[in-house]
């Protein structure tokens, strides 16, 4: 199968995890995200804060899971080849990470009180998820044309990102929003678990990803 720019793999693993590109603008994404969950913590907006720990284990799962594509394939599904202070993993950079951080608390603003309400017949927590999942696709049909982001395979594109991708995210916000919160104890401990699990394994043990 013909690859779009294969090189770029290359010029990703080449910056992973490496300080040589760090900016000093990592720490204030860091204090950023911070302040987003100590102000919902303070007023004890336990529901804001499981929807942002649940989108974000879910897209550490993700970007797990598209660096051992990598691994056993030879190429990720995408890769962030430049244009990063710091490379987390073959497909994600600190910047991108810390708004992920926080997309979850950000996004959970927009929800109606009823999670039974529907709008347009639909319910309400489903089409928000599949609003901001279209969102966010669209906007990385501009990152893939920037050096910053790259698509790697012909058929890996916005479509793709949409359905397996955004709309899996968005669900997971959303709905652990609603939960009882042993649930999302449950459910979002789990999630980071496995996340540090893998991390531990697969980033530190084998060198895997």
């Known amino acids: 199968m013909q690859l779009n720019h294969p090189e ?5 693993l080449a910056i992973l995890r490496k300080g040589d590109d760090f900016q000093w603008y990592f720490i204030p994404l ?3 995200a911070m302040y987003v969950y100590f102000t919902e913590i303070e007023k004890r907006n336990w529901k804001g804060v499981a929807a ?3 989108l974000y284990a879910t897209h550490w799962l993700f970007e797990i899971v598209n660096a051992l594509i990598q ?4 190429h990720a599904l995408w890769t962030v080849p430049t244009g990063t202070s710091f490379l987390l993993l073959v497909g994600v ?3 991108l990470s810390m708004m992920f951080a926080v997309a979850g608390v950000i996004f959970s603003k ?5 999670p039974k309400a529907r709008i347009l017949g639909v319910n309400n927590r489903v089409l928000i998820a ?3 999942a279209a969102l966010f696709s669209v906007i990385e049909i501009f990152l893939a044309m920037t050096p910053a982001f790259h698509w790697v395979y012909p058929w890996w594109g916005a479509l793709p990102v949409f359905v397996t991708v955004y709309v899996p995210f968005f669900l997971m916000c959303n709905f652990a929003y609603d939960w009882k919160p042993r649930t ?3 459910v979002i401990g789990s999630l980071v678990g496995v996340d540090v699990l893998a991390m531990i394994v697969f980033a530190g043990l084998l060198k895997w990803i």
Do not use: Y
């Open 93 to 95: 950079g600190w910047e």
């Open 130 to 132: 599949v609003v901001n």
């Open 52 to 54: 942002g720990l649940s």
């Open 71 to 74: 691994h056993f394939s030879g």
């Open 8 to 12: 770029l793999t290359d010029a990703a």
């Open 184 to 186: 999302q104890r449950l």
């Open 30 to 32: 860091l204090a950023f």
């Open 110 to 114: 927009i929800l109606p009180a009823d």
